[in-house]
């Protein structure tokens, strides 16, 4: 008898934890035609995986259903641009009404609390994307106004308020549904194409709570894990840019090169200690670069005698080309280096040179004073060194 008990109780959990699992999405749409079809699609990591589709019935009616292990997005859809997308808790019973030709933006939803947070949120982006609009018809009536600039500063300064405000909404959106997969979706909202509410970096902290919070509830769903993978690839390249910062950041000692000159001696950069040193990052095919050597060649010819000098480091691939170059733009009284294995050359990681031409200025220790001074800027933070 103990045992038939046990048995009993142990299938009442299995089918109760079998029936939680289930969800059903019905409801009643006006206006649809009839033969008309709407179709579920369930949002993977980064993609749409069509789901299911339905006739709606000749009343407006229609019925979704199936399984789910934990909340699951779902885009309700009649056609690619006329949807509603939905947060389907297992155990949810959705009903909804709508007009058919405006999924989106006449829903009434019961049953669905992660969807009503959803559409409660839209809402008050629809609002924001609104007064934007009314800002961008204010600029169109006074694009010929001889008070035009005055007018974009106050349209800026408004539009400044008003994307603050939804920045500032999102951010307690958040925090009231840190538990809810509400949350991940308010991270990736858009105010206008590619303008994001939330800045990846001044609102990190945000990124980092849900991705963790969500994480540890839900480490199988797609969505979560897309997010978590995301975010452990930008912390990653936030850590290597710290250091990359704090070895070539103002202030710190030039990291020390060793490498070949056009006779082949080896020159190091830390021969230079004592002097101001631009250190120069150039090669014979970069136009930019070309075009700012005459430039150094001026500056040179003022400041070399005061304790200036130049430590140029080629990203060419031959020893032909970088020479030519030298010759070419008349830039032989400085020093020159260059070990020829354009990017894959051992300053590239060394400095974390990304583009061409770079430059460090450092002073007589060594230690980098400024970056990327170029033209005018260079011009003028020599003059205060030296003048």
């Not at 009503?116 to 694009?143: G, P, V």
């Not at 200036?308 to 990203?315: C, D, N, R």
Request: glycine share 6%; with cysteine; hydrophobic share 40%.
């Amino acid at each position: 008898m103990i045992r038939k008990t046990t048995a009993l109780f142990i299938l009442a959990i299995l089918f109760a934890g079998c029936g939680d699992q289930k969800f059903r999405i019905s409801g009643e749409l006006d206006g649809a035609s009839p033969g008309t079809f709407i179709y579920l699609d369930k949002l993977g990591g980064m993609n749409l995986e069509p789901y299911d589709s339905v006739m709606i019935s000749d009343d407006g009616s229609f019925e979704f259903s199936g399984e789910i292990e934990y909340p699951e997005f779902f885009l309700l859809r009649m056609t690619e641009s006329n949807f509603l997308t939905t947060l389907v808790e297992p155990g949810e019973n959705m009903t909804l009404t709508a007009n058919a030709d405006s999924l989106g933006y006449t829903a009434d939803v019961e049953g669905s609390e992660g969807t009503a947070k959803m559409i409660e949120y839209d809402l008050r982006l629809q609002e924001a994307m609104k007064e934007l609009q009314k800002l961008s018809q204010i600029y169109e009536e006074n694009i010929d106004s001889p008070d035009l600039e005055q007018v974009m500063n106050e349209l800026d300064a408004r539009a400044h308020v008003i994307l603050n405000d939804m920045n500032e909404y999102t951010r307690d959106f958040i925090d009231e549904n840190i538990e809810s997969m509400v949350s991940l979706i308010a991270l990736y909202k858009q105010i206008t194409p590619q303008v994001y509410i939330l800045n990846i970096d001044k609102d990190l902290d945000y990124y980092k709570r849900v991705d963790s919070t969500l994480f540890a509830l839900y480490p199988e769903s797609e969505p979560v894990k897309t997010l978590h993978s995301q975010m452990e690839t930008l912390i990653a390249n936030l850590d290597a840019e710290a250091a990359r910062t704090a070895k070539t950041g103002i202030g710190a000692i030039a990291p020390d090169i060793a490498l070949p000159g056009p006779e082949g001696d080896t020159i190091r950069l830390s021969s230079t200690r004592g002097q101001y040193v631009l250190l120069d990052f150039w090669a014979a095919w970069c136009a930019p670069c070309r075009t700012e050597n005459p430039h150094l060649v001026e500056l040179y010819k003022i400041y070399k005698q005061k304790g200036f000098e130049i430590y140029q480091v080629s990203l060419d691939q031959t020893r032909e080309a970088w020479l030519n170059g030298i010759k070419e733009d008349k830039i032989g009284d400085w020093i020159h280096v260059s070990d020829l294995k354009f990017w894959s050359s051992s300053v590239v990681p060394l400095y974390g040179i990304e583009s061409i031409p770079a430059n460090y200025l450092l002073d007589t220790d060594g230690r980098i004073m400024a970056t990327n001074l170029r033209g005018e800027d260079l011009t003028r933070k020599l003059s205060e060194i030296f003048e």
